[in-house]
């Protein structure tokens, strides 16, 4: 990829849109499926700070989906989390959401409406969203137990289906 930014003009690579198109790609790629995850601490809405590494890489399989609490689709997404959460929970799989672009007031008020009670980041803001290269959510990611991605953009009957293929 450098190399391609490369022979554009001095001008072009500069370019602010360019720019931020390149860190994007780059954090696609070094959380591509097979990496390991990448760490981010943020402060929660209690003041205290929480990070990804709590949760990821401690010995389960961890679900882990980037929503908010004003995106339909996120919540649409919901049920779909929670069915693989009552399903293979017990059987050694972890659920975090992480609540990006929102205000804890108004994730926490969805969570409770939309029944979440798995483990919650909240007050994220963009760093996770930055880190991974995501430009759309929901995003659900499947980790290994090791903390290795195994799946990224997981929707719908993917979530049952790629859990399935490491948790029976």
Wanted: glycine share 8%.
């Amino acid at each position: 990829m450098d190399s391609l930014i490369n022979t554009l003009s001095p001008a072009i690579a500069a370019n602010k849109d360019v720019v931020v198109m390149k860190e994007g790609i780059r954090a696609r790629l070094e959380t591509a499926e097979g990496k390991m995850f990448k760490d981010f601490t943020v402060e929660d809405s209690d003041g205290k700070t929480v990070s990804l590494s709590d949760y990821v890489g401690k010995g389960k399989y961890v679900l882990v989906d980037f929503w908010a609490s004003w995106c339909g689709p996120c919540k649409a997404e919901i049920p779909n989390v929670k069915a693989a959460y009552d399903k293979y929970r017990k059987k050694g799989l972890d659920v975090l959401s992480v609540a990006v672009w929102d205000s804890p007031e108004a994730t926490k008020d969805t969570a409770k409406v939309y029944g979440v009670t798995w483990k919650q980041i909240i007050n994220a803001g963009q760093e996770p969203t930055e880190l991974y290269g995501i430009e759309g959510i929901p995003h659900v990611i499947l980790f290994g137990p090791d903390g290795t991605i195994l799946k990224r953009n997981l929707r719908g009957e993917e979530i049952d289906q790629e859990i399935s293929k490491y948790i029976r």
